[in-house]
C-alpha cells in the first residue's frame, strides 16, 4: 500500500510540475539576425527559445503529421500565401491578441497569424536600355503591352512569390480579367523563367531583359556587397521602380508567423510574437534582412530608403494570396508560365 501510494505521489508530481519556462520555434527564415533576436527576447522574458529550423515543406509535414504530439509553439515564414495555405489545414490557432490587433494593420494579418515583416515585388529595369520616361507611372497591368514584347524576365509559375502577386492582382482584378492579362504578360517574357530573384537582376544586368521582377531584399542584399562584388557591379546596372503608384499602389508581401494549435506553450509563443513586433525587434529586423517594418516609428535600413519611399498596397488584404493561390497557378500554367 505504501508502495502505491508513493508512485501516486510521484505520478501527481511529474503530471503537475510546471513545464519549463520556453517556446519552439519552427522557422524556415534562414537569418542568424533572428537567432540574435530571439537571444534578446530571452534577455527580456527569461523565456528560452529554441528553433527547429528547416524548409517549408520539412517543417510543414513534421508539423502536420506529429499532430497533438508536436512541441512546436511559432511557426515563422516568408509569404502570406504559405501562411494563408497552412492556415487552411487548421493547423493554427487564433494568434491576434488586442496588442497585435492595434499596431498590425488589418491588411496585414488574419485572425490566426500576422505579418511581422513587409517585403515588395517590384519591377528592375536596365538603366542603359530603358528610359525613365517610358517606366513612369507603370503599372503591373501595363506590363502585358506589347511594346514590353521579350523584354521580361521573371521566376517559375511554382515559386510562391509570384502565386502570390498574381493572386493579389485577380483580388484587384477579377478572374476573367487577369486571365486576359495574363496571356500577354507571359508572351513578353524574354526568356523561359529560371533561377532564383536574384537571377532575374543579373540577367537584366547581362542584356539578357529589360525588366525584372524581383523582391526588393534580394536587389539591396546584392547591392550591399554581401552577395559579391559581381552582384554588387550587376545591382547597380538596374533602377528600382514601384508599381501602380498612380492606384492602389505596390504589392506587398509579408514574412509572419502564427501560434500553432497544438502549441504546448501558446502564452510564451504569443509574448514572442509580440515582441517581434516592438520597435527594437522591428529595428534589428529590418536592418539586418532588408524587409520593410511592419508598425510604423521604424525606420527601413539605409539601402532600402535610398530606393525612395512609395505608395504601398495596405489595401489588397493579404490573406487574399492563399485564397486566390490556386486559381493564380492555374492561370498562371495555362497562359504558358514555365
Ligand atoms: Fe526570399
Avoid at 505520478?11 to 510540475?17: E, G, Q, R
Avoid at 488589418?106 to 515583416?117: E, H, M, P, V
Avoid at 521580361?152 to 483580388?171: D, E, L, P
Avoid at 530573384?197 to 526588393?216: S, W
Wanted: avoid cysteine; charge should be neutral.
Amino acid at each position: 500500500m505504501k508502495f502505491f501510494l508513493i508512485i501516486l505521489i510521484l505520478l501527481n508530481f511529474l503530471t503537475t510540475a510546471p513545464k519549463a519556462n520556453e517556446v519552439n520555434v519552427f522557422s524556415s527564415r534562414h537569418y542568424s539576425s533572428d537567432i540574435q533576436l530571439y537571444k534578446k527576447f530571452t534577455s527580456i522574458s527569461g523565456i528560452k527559445v529554441n528553433v527547429v529550423s528547416g524548409n517549408d515543406e520539412a517543417l510543414q509535414k513534421r508539423i502536420i503529421e506529429e499532430g497533438s504530439d508536436s512541441e512546436a509553439d511559432l511557426y515563422i515564414t516568408a509569404d502570406a500565401g504559405r501562411l494563408g495555405l497552412f492556415d487552411q489545414k487548421g493547423m493554427f490557432q487564433n494568434s491576434i491578441s488586442p496588442k497585435i490587433k492595434s499596431i498590425v494593420p488589418k491588411s496585414l494579418r488574419s485572425d490566426n497569424w500576422t505579418g511581422i515583416a513587409k517585403r515588395a515585388r517590384i519591377i528592375f529595369y536596365s538603366k542603359d536600355r530603358i528610359d525613365k520616361e517610358v517606366i513612369n507611372n507603370l503599372r503591373y497591368e501595363d506590363l502585358s503591352a506589347p511594346k514590353w514584347n521579350n523584354k521580361i524576365t521573371v521566376r517559375q509559375s511554382n515559386n510562391i512569390y509570384n502565386q502570390s502577386w498574381i493572386a493579389s492582382i485577380i483580388s484587384n482584378n477579377d478572374k476573367e480579367n487577369t486571365d486576359e492579362w495574363i496571356k500577354n504578360f507571359v508572351k513578353n517574357f524574354a526568356r523561359d523563367p529560371k533561377g532564383n530573384d536574384r537571377a532575374q537582376i543579373l540577367a537584366v544586368a547581362a542584356g539578357e531583359a529589360d525588366i525584372a521582377i524581383a523582391n526588393t531584399y534580394y536587389y539591396a542584399l546584392m547591392l550591399s556587397g554581401q552577395k559579391g562584388l559581381e552582384q554588387q557591379q550587376a545591382a547597380k546596372k538596374v533602377v528600382p521602380y514601384f508599381p501602380n503608384q498612380s492606384d492602389r499602389g505596390t504589392h506587398m508581401n509579408i514574412s509572419g508567423g502564427g501560434i500553432l494549435k497544438y502549441a504546448p506553450n501558446p502564452e510564451n509563443a504569443l509574448k514572442l510574437l509580440e515582441f517581434l513586433l516592438t520597435e527594437e525587434a522591428q529595428s534589428h529586423i529590418v536592418k539586418n534582412t532588408f524587409e520593410y517594418p511592419i508598425i510604423e516609428n521604424v525606420e527601413p535600413s539605409e539601402i532600402i530608403k535610398s530606393m525612395g519611399s512609395f505608395k504601398q498596397d495596405l489595401s489588397t488584404p493579404v490573406e487574399d494570396y492563399a485564397r486566390f493561390q490556386a486559381v493564380a497557378l492555374e492561370l498562371m500554367l495555362r497562359a504558358g508560365w514555365k
